[in-house]
């Protein structure tokens, strides 16, 4: 019961092509093979949340530099049990960039992706089910947690630059082509 409306969201999520469409699939049958899939304690696998959380201008977006995994990611983490994935990305968005000023752009999924994560310790490899929400954040004053060794905010160009996951790339091209959307929406509703 606690999953279903998760797998509604799921549902609702517009796959963009193949790849969406296929990560949605392993998504909805990880879900209902699993019903502790929102928990950490889940070996194979577990729920993770995650925000591409925009700054008040929405020209830049915030990453961390992943303490454990040593490399540039959004700010996102463990469902820890809570089964409503959005309030997590909220949670970890808020704990990861000490902003408490974040809003919710969409209730809607911004992006899935499914990613295995090393061995670390005693923690053998498993998989992260990561979904994406987009979220503004009201300022732009950031206080490192001990999860990062660095956060900074980045626009599309220095993105491009980066040698990032192949999921910040698409993240970013879908945020592109949103505000470019929302460019064009805006310009046709003012003629």
Known sequence: MHRQPFLKLLDEYGASDDRDAKCRQRFVE??????DCFERSLAVGHITGSAWL???SGHK????????LDCWLQVG?????????L???????QEES?????????SAIFDLDI???????????????????LLQAECQTLTISEESKDLGWFDAEQLSEMNLDDSINRMRRKWLERSLSHLKSSTTNRN
């Open 54 to 56: 925009m700054d008040p």
């Open 61 to 68: 977006v915030l990453l961390t530099h992943h303490r454990k």
């Open 115 to 133: 990613h295995r994560i090393p061995q670390f310790k005693d923690i053998a490899s498993h998989e992260h089910f990561d979904v994406r929400f």
């Open 98 to 106: 000490g902003i408490d000023d974040i809003i919710v752009l969409e």
């Open 77 to 85: 983490g463990h469902a820890d049990g809570q089964c409503d994935v």
């Open 87 to 93: 309030d997590v990305a909220l949670r970890e968005a």
């Open 30 to 35: 990880f879900v209902n093979a699993h019903t």
